[in-house]
Nanobody, 122 residues
Framework: HVQLVESGGESVQAGGSLRLSCVAS????????MGWFRQAPGGEREWVAA???????SYADSVSGRSTISRDPAKNTLYLQMNSLKPEDSAMYRC?????????????????WGQGTQVTVS
C-alpha cells in the first residue's frame, strides 16, 4: 500500500507561481507512474500531468507550457511547478499513483490518492 500527502497549495494572484509537493510512503517501490489531478467545485476531476518511473512526462493542454512535473526518488516526492497561474487553475489538487509504468489520464487508472491541497488564484 502507498500513502500520499500533498502540500504547497495556497491563495495567489493571477500570474503568480506555486510548487506543489506530494510525499509518498509505504510500498513506494511499487509505483510506476504518478500524476496530478485537479477538481474545481462542481466540476469533474481533471488530469493535469503525469510522470513515470523513468522520467517520461505528459501534460494536459490546459497547463502545458506553464507547468512542470518532476520527482525526486531519493525523497519519494512528486512536484508540480505551476507558473503564470490563471483563475481557472483554482481547484483542489490531488496526486495519484499507479503500479503500472505507463501513465494514463483516467482517474480509474490510479490505485492510490492523496487528500489534496487547495490552490486558489484570484
Amino acid at each position: 500500500h502507498v500513502q500520499l500527502v500533498e502540500s504547497g497549495g495556497e491563495s495567489v494572484q493571477a500570474g503568480g507561481s506555486l510548487r506543489l509537493s506530494c510525499v509518498a510512503s509505504g510500498a513506494t517501490q511499487d509505483i510506476g507512474c504518478m500524476g496530478w489531478f485537479r477538481q474545481a467545485p462542481g466540476g469533474e476531476r481533471e488530469w493535469v500531468a503525469a510522470i513515470n518511473s523513468v522520467g517520461a512526462t505528459s501534460y494536459a493542454d490546459s497547463v502545458s507550457g506553464r507547468s512542470t512535473i518532476s520527482r525526486d526518488p531519493a525523497k519519494n516526492t512528486l512536484y508540480l511547478q505551476m507558473n503564470s497561474l490563471k483563475p481557472e487553475d483554482s481547484a483542489m489538487y490531488r496526486c495519484a499513483a499507479r503500479s503500472v509504468r505507463k501513465c494514463v489520464t483516467s482517474t480509474s487508472g490510479y490505485d492510490y490518492w492523496g487528500q489534496g491541497t487547495q490552490v486558489t488564484v484570484s
